[in-house]
Every structure is written in structure tokens, then in C-alpha cells.
């Protein structure tokens, strides 16, 4: 449904994205995920064809957004950073406004304005201006906007950012109901709610794309290396040299919990190394308190993968 092939765009000397490239297949909910200024709002719009690439290729619903830019235009619905939304207007009369300019013909438009406004759950609220809605809402009209005329695809940038808590899991559940009928690429730095709402993710670091796989291989792809989790209380100068022994330890932080010996180490391995390690504490005569490996969680991967020091990972 979506293509996207090594896309670069320069902001006159500045790189913003940089030979990015992933798919979307229809009905899937696919996340982009970045911390600020990685280039995920660059990459929307030259999806939504407001602007194009410095150079690189893309393919929505068919069309070329070289070839084909208002045929691209016509079957997406754009959710911006900041939706243009006319205060003064009547929830109704806004999405009627925004309905005409997208060209829904006249015998369509009541049906497509009410279904939008169903969809978005903006029925209660239908006809208050658009000014007295509290944030949560401006979003839905934002989002009921985008829905308007039922376009193939969606493209949201950021749909919660500055939202409240409730607001925020409404939001996501609206938008994890959207997948199916449409394809939708949202865009977040927030690692939940891929977890939350997307079948797959791209993880776009500094304009590159760094990692793309489902939530749940992203996890599993770093189980290669463990962390093991170890708490004793002992000589610190005995507890050091057992740990010298084993060469399968490539880090280790450690934090101390009271007076004295007892501390807790997380420990990064290359392998499963609990038994040996568990039999080597207790032979040494430090008491041993705790171990357990623990795995790494999507949080974990998504800082590997976007700290600099730790780019190896990737
Ligand atoms: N209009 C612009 N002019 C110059 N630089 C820009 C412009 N828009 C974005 N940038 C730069 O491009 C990079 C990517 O920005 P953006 O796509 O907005 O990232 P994100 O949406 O992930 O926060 C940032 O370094 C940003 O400062
Ligand atoms: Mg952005």
C-alpha cells in the first residue's frame, strides 16, 4: 500500500532524512518512531506530497508522488503536528467546510461528515465551535478531518502528543480501531504507544532508519545479549575477582544498597551464564541475595538504538 525508497531531503545544507526506506501493507498500523528532529515530520510530508524529496521514491495507493502527486493527495488523510482548525467554526460546519475543499461531491457530503464525526467519536460534540473544545476533542476534529471522504490511507503526525492521560488512551484505541479498513503510519517518540497501537515499527534515528520489525522481534532481536541481574553482600574485592572469571560479561554497572558489601550489578552477557556464575558466588563465600536475568524491553532497544555510544548495537 505505501513504498517508500530511499528517501533523502536536505533543508538547504542539513540533512533531515537520509535514504530512508520501508513498506506498509494494507490495513497495517505502522508506527514511526524517533525522538525529536529524527525526521519523522519530514518524512509525512513528502508522503502527503507537500513537499518533495531532495531525491528517492515513493509509492502510495498506487500512485507515484513524483508522477502523481494529487492522485496521492486524494486518497490520503493528513493529520498535521498542528491541525489548521477554524475556532469559530461549529465542529459540523468545519468538517463540512473541510469536506467541500477536498472535493467530496454534494450528494456525499452529509453521509461522509456524519461518518466522520462517528468515527471520531465527535457526536456529543457536533455542534459546539470548535474553540470551546478541550484539547482531547480539538484532536478528534483533527483526526475526523483526516477521515473525511474515507481515504485508503492515514497519516498522523504525533496524534497525542499534549494530550492528557485519559485523552491519550481514547486516542489510541480510535486509531488502533482505524487499522483494517485503513493503512495508517502514526508518528510518536513515544515508545508505549507503539507497543499500544502499531503492528510494526520504524525506528528512525538523526534522518536513518536504524531498526524496522514488529514490537515483538525488535525485543527478541536483542536477546543475544542479556542482562543478568545480581545482588550479594561480600568482600567487594572477592566479588570483582569471581566476576574477572568469566569472560562472557561485557559490562557491568554497579549500585550500592546499604553500608558495606551489599550491592546489586547489572551484568551484560553474552550468554547464559546464571548457573556458573551462581555456583561461583557461593563457593567464594559471598552471600548471595539475588540473580535472575532479565530481558530487554522495547524502552531498552529503542535507547540503544538512538544513543549515540551504542550505535553498534543496531
Ligand atoms: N523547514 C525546515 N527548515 C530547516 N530545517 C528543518 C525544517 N524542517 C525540519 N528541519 C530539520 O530537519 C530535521 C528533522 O525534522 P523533523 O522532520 O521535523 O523531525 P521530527 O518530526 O522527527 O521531530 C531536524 O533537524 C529539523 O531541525
Ligand atoms: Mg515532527
Redo the contacts with the bound molecule.
Sequence with gaps: MIEVKNLT?Y??E????NNVSFRVEKGEVLGLL????????????ILTCYMPPTSGDAWVAGYNIWEAPMEVKKRIGYLP?NPPLYHDLRVEEYLNFVAKIKGVPGNRLKSQVSSAIERAGLTSVARQVIGSLSKGYKQRVGLAQALLNDPDVLIL??PTVGLDPRQIIEIRQLIKNLGGDHTVIL?T?ILPEVEMTCQRVVI?NE?QVVAQDTPENLTRRLRGTERILLELDGDTRTVEEVLGRFPQITSREVEKLSGNGHVRYALEVTEDIRNQLARAVVESGVNLYELRSEAYSLEDIFLHLTTKEEEAVA
Design positions: 531531503r533543508y538547504g542539513k540533512c533531515a532524512i524517533g525522538p525529536n528532529a529524527a525526521g519523522k515530520t519530514t518524512t509525512m510530508r503536528e503526525d504525533e508518528s517518540h528512525i534522518g
